[in-house]
Each structure stands twice: as structure tokens, then as C-alpha cells.
């Protein structure tokens, strides 16, 4: 099943192309900047999108992980020390949304 990309963001790329374009450019200069390898970088960037409850970003963030190859032990691993973190009752099933990523890949 082919990737579709949010409404509002094909609506943001389609009208503010060349934005779109720096706002790649930096995303890609941020990720490449630092002594991080791809797999740590890979790895903070799906923490974060679990931790900011973001499931589209986080199912970006699985996918580009096992892209690197990043295992699914991995993965949940990330997914439990959120789960873990004081007040985790803020944005419970994130587990449950990185396996259901895993699974549909």
C-alpha cells in the first residue's frame, strides 16, 4: 500500500514549494550535523515522536528505523523506556503503536 501524505501537508508543499524545499534541506542538515550515527539519529527520532504522541511521525520514524536496519527489539525498547517515564499515563500505547507499525510494514 502506497504512502499517503497528509492533506494538509500536500497542501503546504503544492503552495509554498520552495519553503517546503528549505524545510526539507534543514531537516536533512540537522540529521547529517553532529557525531551521532544514523542508527542513534534514527532511533532519537522515533523517541520523539513517541514521546510528543505523534503517530504519524511515528509511523515515519519505525519506517525509516527499519530502513537502517533497526530491529523491532529495538524498537520496543524505545516504546518501553517511554512507557516507563514518570507520568507516563499522559499518552499511554505507544508500544502498541510502534508493534502496530512493525506490523503493517
Known amino acids: ?5 497528509p492533506k494538509p501537508v500536500e497542501e503546504l508543499w503544492k503552495r509554498y514549494p520552495t519553503v517546503w524545499k528549505a524545510f526539507n534541506e534543514l531537516g536533512s542538515r540537522c540529521h547529517e550535523a553532529g557525531p551521532l550515527d544514523e542508527k542513534s539519529r ?4 522515533l523517541a520523539l515522536s513517541v514521546g510528543a504522541g505523534l503517530e504519524g511521525a511515528t509511523h515515519s520514524a519505525v519506517r ?3 530502513s537502517v536496519g533497526i530491529t523491532q527489539e529495538e524498537i520496543d525498547h524505545v516504546a518501553l523506556l517511554w512507557e516507563c517515564r514518570p507520568r507516563h499515563a499522559l ?3 505507544s508500544a502498541t503503536r510502534a508493534r502496530d507499525r512493525w506490523n503493517r510494514s
Open 1 to 5: 500500500m502506497p504512502r499517503q501524505i
Open 42 to 45: 534514527r532511533l532519537v527520532k
Open 64 to 66: 525509516n528505523a527499519r
Open 91 to 93: 499518552l499511554p500505547g
